[in-house]
Nanobody, 115 residues
């Protein structure tokens, strides 16, 4: 059974930074993809960024140049460094693991950008 545990959310002022972490545990294949999605109130969940085990990254246009996704394969952990945060980044952020054709989700962590 695979579990994803997120941490690092919180309240930050516009222009500030936060770093999210997500640790995966259980039986995980070495070749996979991990990522972050977010869901704002009244909106659909959207992709923020993904990274493969080989290090290939993908970002949604609205976060390019501000967010950086990285991972530690030895720890099965993925990170999201978020800089220059904007109020429109406010959402619940979900960690995702795609492993052997299955998707796994974390419980979500709230990020609120407000003055």
């Amino acid at each position: 059974q695979v579990q994803l545990v997120e941490s690092g959310g919180g309240l930050v002022q516009p222009g500030g930074s936060l770093r999210l972490s997500c640790a995966a545990s259980g039986t995980i294949f070495s070749i996979n993809a991990m990522g972050w999605y977010r869901q704002a109130p009244g909106k659909q969940r959207e992709l923020v960024a993904t990274i493969t085990s080989g290090g290939t990254t993908n970002y949604t246009d609205s976060v390019k140049g501000r967010f950086t996704i990285s991972r530690d394969n030895a720890k099965n952990t993925v990170y999201l460094q978020m800089n220059s945060l904007k109020p429109e980044d406010t959402a619940v952020y979900y960690c995702n693991l795609f492993d052997r054709a299955l998707y796994y989700w974390g419980q979500g962590t709230q990020v609120t950008v407000s003055s």
